[in-house]
């Protein structure tokens, strides 16, 4: 059956960003809104034109913080029944931006990705990203622990005005799947991302494939135990790169001046 006959109108899509923009869903709260504290995700070409803002305890966690993801994602091609997200020929492979809230609850009191005299600390800040590509994605789309691959490769930090960054080249786990192979999905997942295209997994294409990727990450204390964090991470091809660039170009001037 042809995607169009299967997604008339791109009904989809249309579910996907109404389910980006119903969040935080009832029961949950944006902490960084609550404290005043904006996390604009400005709209690029090729992507969806939504964003969606998810809270996760540190409970449900299992780490010492709660964290606030605010996302965007690729579009839905005409007629697809999901994100380019799936897609492995796109530069949006694997591809989510947007900046995420910390709030920490370690013992010495001090924001997340900092150490107690006040350094940055680097390898704690790429502790977000793991468990975001690993558990909060790739995991919540059904990856088996096993397939998890999320690894950092190389790194490469700096300071830019009250900024802190990292420059990353890593592994991740993508989402992109058989449905039959998924364990456990949640499937209010699929309402965001669609469900993916049985050709993109064609010529031996493994579900939750390894994937490379490069991207930056700014972060900076913004309250009390709270960090704010922005960036984004795409494959690293030279179309993916060039997407990157766009990204934060278009990032900057939202979060520089902060």
């Given at each position: 059956?042809?995607?169009?006959?299967?997604?008339?109108?791109?009904?989809?899509?249309?579910?996907?960003?109404?389910?980006?923009?119903?969040?935080?869903?009832?029961?949950?709260?944006?902490?960084?809104?609550?404290?005043?504290?904006?996390?604009?995700?400005?709209?690029?070409?090729?992507?969806?034109?939504?964003?969606?803002?998810?809270?996760?305890?540190?409970?449900?966690?299992?780490?010492?913080?709660?964290?606030?993801?605010?996302?965007?994602?690729?579009?839905?091609?005409?007629?697809?029944?999901?994100?380019?997200?799936?897609?492995?020929?796109?530069?949006?492979?694997?591809?989510?931006?947007?900046?995420?809230?910390?709030?920490?609850?370690?013992?010495?009191?001090?924001?997340?990705?900092?150490?107690?005299d006040g350094r940055p600390d680097v390898d704690e800040m790429l502790e977000v990203p793991r468990l975001?590509?690993?558990?909060?994605?790739?995991?919540?789309?059904?990856?088996?622990?096993?397939?998890?691959?999320?690894?950092?490769?190389?790194?490469?930090?700096?300071r830019e005005g009250a900024w802190q960054f990292a420059d990353v080249a890593c592994i991740i786990p993508?989402?992109?799947?058989?449905?039959?192979?998924?364990?456990?999905?949640?499937?209010?997942?699929?309402?965001?991302?669609?469900?993916?295209?049985?050709?993109?997994?064609?010529?031996?294409?493994?579900?939750?494939?390894?994937?490379?990727?490069?991207?930056?990450?700014?972060?900076?204390?913004?309250?009390?135990?709270?960090?704010?964090?922005?960036?984004?991470?795409?494959?690293?091809?030279?179309?993916?790169?060039?997407?990157?660039?766009?990204?934060?170009?278009?990032?900057?001037?939202?979060?520089?001046?902060?």
């Amino acid at each position: 059956m042809r995607n169009e006959e299967r997604n008339p109108m791109g009904l989809q899509r249309q579910l996907a960003r109404v389910a980006m923009g119903a969040t935080p869903l009832p029961g949950k709260t944006n902490f960084l809104e609550e404290l005043g504290i904006p996390t604009p995700v400005p709209t690029v070409p090729g992507s969806i034109g939504a964003v969606a803002h998810e809270p996760f305890l540190a409970f449900d966690l299992k780490r010492m913080f709660d964290l606030l993801v605010a996302f965007t994602i690729g579009d839905f091609p005409s007629g697809a029944g999901c994100s380019d997200y799936f897609n492995p020929r796109s530069p949006w492979y694997n591809v989510f931006y947007g900046a995420y809230g910390v709030r920490s609850y370690k013992r010495d009191g001090n924001p997340w990705g900092f150490k107690r005299d006040g350094r940055p600390d680097v390898d704690e800040m790429l502790e977000v990203p793991r468990l975001d590509y690993n558990f909060l994605t790739a995991g919540e789309l059904g990856c088996p622990p096993a397939k998890m691959s999320f690894e950092v490769r190389e790194v490469t930090s700096g300071r830019e005005g009250a900024w802190q960054f990292a420059d990353v080249a890593c592994i991740i786990p993508s989402g992109l799947h058989r449905v039959e192979e998924a364990l456990l999905p949640d499937l209010t997942y699929y309402a965001v991302f669609g469900v993916p295209e049985e050709d993109y997994l064609a010529g031996g294409r493994e579900s939750y494939e390894p994937v490379a990727m490069r991207g930056r990450m700014y972060w900076r204390p913004v309250a009390e135990r709270l960090t704010l964090v922005w960036g984004g991470l795409c494959p690293d091809t030279a179309e993916g790169q060039a997407l990157l660039r766009i990204i934060l170009g278009a990032l900057t001037p939202l979060y520089s001046q902060r």
